[in-house]
């Protein structure tokens, strides 16, 4: 058989899903019948590694990597048998791991969506289809992990959604939260917040810290991390979000040392994180220009929407109880395998399977702004100064294509310096804005100032931006594909000199 597939390339986990023969979307279990797999590297040797469950196993040892998704884009390096591998040679061995077990399971793969977190910067989703693209994977188109989420929950909440809904997605890196539009199989997104640093990972640490001062008051010593370590943490948690107190036990060289850890230390120990998510949840409400009583439901995502006291915090802000009527750690996936089989050609969808997803649409919008840097005259200075201009506002709906006209300052000139940047804010200062992209355009010599360069910028659908700077008069351009990987060399790990154990 031969497959559309969705893959969550999560921070903790990944899953992979694809369509049954009735056209609903269900997991494809790894070779251990497991639903996820940890998102997690072991190298045994320079050319073998493990990934998922036994890898797990060895975090915190030398030579395994989690958690690099945070890094995605970055100049983050984790080096294993004298290679240094980026986040985006690591996520291209997850994914070809994730590519072959699926395979083994359900034969051909024909194309694939992966899902990524809607604050994502442009680096980091470039650095994601590379990773893919390496990974021998078709991956023609990308989906916010929200949409996602939300795509999963018209199709499937078992009645016809239609209304504002929140989708609340707290993994183990990154917290985003989307107000989405649902009516049937259309789903449009109206405002959309997030940090890429926040997660059930650092509800981990928190609760080693807990651990450790505890274990300080009662023998006097310090706690090595070996003793209690991240994946202990972990495990404590997840019975905090089922009971009030939990038994720790340390073995350490001094002996055996017993406590109890209460669920409201640890609520205490994460609430400025929980109070970050609130503040990004009434902003994404703020954005749309909506209030909590506008939004019908609130569905929650991401493993870490299991602590009760997240769920208590989402009620406070949207003001009703949210709901989780899928497994929270499947359904971005789920979504994904839908929106594969609706971006797909069709040629290997049986009838029952097209029909599910027709009519589906997804509008999308720009979850960063982009913007261009150029010289003009700082009136209050009255002076020359360097500023940021917004080319593309966040929010806006795509695909979008914007422009805007600037002029040459100088008589004769003949090149001015094209930047593409990217920012969280509406920023005007060129110092607080990320570049993207930096290059040149050549200008014919011997003219006059006041020559007029148009700059256009094109989001498309799989949010990845084309650049043109052009000289209105000869319409000569220097243009930017900053798409499918296309702006930036990405990392040269050779990632097919690697086998799986
Ligand atoms: N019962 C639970 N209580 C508390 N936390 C939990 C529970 N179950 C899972 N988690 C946490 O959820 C996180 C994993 O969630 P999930 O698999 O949704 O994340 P992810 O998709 O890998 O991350 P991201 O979406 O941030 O990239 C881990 O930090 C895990 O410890
Ligand atoms: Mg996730």
Not at 19 to 47: M, W
Not at 85 to 97: D, G, I, R
Not at 143 to 153: D, F, G, H, R
Not at 262 to 282: G, N, P
Request: net charge negative; hydrophobic share 35%; proline share 3%.
């Amino acid at each position: 058989m031969t497959n559309y597939i969705g893959i969550d390339l999560g921070t903790t986990n990944s899953a992979v899903s694809k369509l049954d023969e009735t056209g609903r979307p269900i997991i494809v279990h790894n070779p251990h019948g497991s639903n996820i797999t940890p998102s997690v590297i072991s190298f045994s040797s320079a050319k073998k590694y493990d990934v998922g469950e036994v890898a797990r196993k060895s975090l915190g040892e030398p030579n395994t990597f989690g958690r690099f998704k945070r890094d995605m884009g970055g100049k983050a390096e984790f080096e294993a048998f004298g290679t240094k591998h980026t986040p985006e040679s690591l996520s291209a061995l997850l994914l070809k791991k994730l590519k072959e077990d699926s395979e083994s399971t359900i034969g051909d793969i024909e194309e694939a969506v992966v899902t990524i977190p809607a604050n994502f910067a442009n680096e980091a989703r470039e650095a994601t289809l590379n990773a893919a693209r390496k990974a021998g994977l078709n991956v023609k188109h990308i989906i916010n992990e929200p949409t996602a989420a939300a795509l999963y929950y018209a199709f499937h909440s078992g009645r016809e959604l239609d209304g504002t809904y929140a989708v609340y997605d707290l993994g183990g890196g990154t917290f985003d939260v989307s107000i989405i539009s649902v009516h049937g199989k259309n789903v449009e997104v109206l405002a959309t917040e997030g940090v890429s640093k926040l997660g059930g990972d650092d509800f981990d640490k928190a609760l080693q810290k807990i651990v450790a001062q505890k274990y300080k008051e009662e023998t006097g010593f310090d706690l090595e991390p070996e003793d209690y370590n991240l994946i202990d943490a972990e495990e404590d948690k997840k019975s905090l979000s089922r009971r009030e107190t939990v038994k720790i036990g340390i073995r350490s060289a001094g002996g055996r040392t017993n406590f109890e850890v209460q669920q409201k230390d640890f609520e205490e120990a994460i609430s400025s994180f929980i109070a970050q998510t609130e503040m990004l949840c009434e902003t994404a409400l703020d954005d749309a220009n909506l209030a909590p009583s506008d939004i019908s439901e609130v569905f929650l995502v991401g493993g870490s929407s299991r602590i009760p006291c997240i769920q208590k915090s989402v009620e406070r802000v949207f003001k009703r109880e949210p709901v989780s009527f899928a497994n929270p750690d499947e359904v971005v996936a789920l979504g994904a395998a839908l929106y594969a089989a609706y971006k797909s050609d069709g040629k290997f969808l049986n009838s029952i399977q097209k029909q599910s997803v027709e009519k589906i649409s997804v509008a999308e919008i720009t979850s960063k702004f982009f913007g261009t840097i150029s010289v003009g005259m700082d009136n209050a200075r009255d002076q020359l100064a360097r500023g940021n201009s917004i080319i593309i506002e966040k929010g806006e709906k795509i695909p979008c294509t914007k422009e805007e006209s600037f002029f040459t300052m100088g008589e004769g000139q003949t090149a001015v310096n094209c930047v593409v940047t990217e920012s969280n804010t509406k920023e005007t200062d060129p110092k607080f804005v990320k570049i993207i992209w930096e290059g040149d355009l050549e200008l014919p010599a011997g003219r006059p100032a006041n020559q007029e360069i148009v700059v256009r910028f094109s989001y498309d659908q799989n949010q990845t931006m084309k650049c043109s700077f052009i000289d209105v008069e000869t319409d000569k351009k220097t243009e930017v594909d900053l798409s499918m990987g296309k702006g930036k060399e990405s990392a040269d790990v050779d990632i097919d000199k690697f086998m799986v154990e």
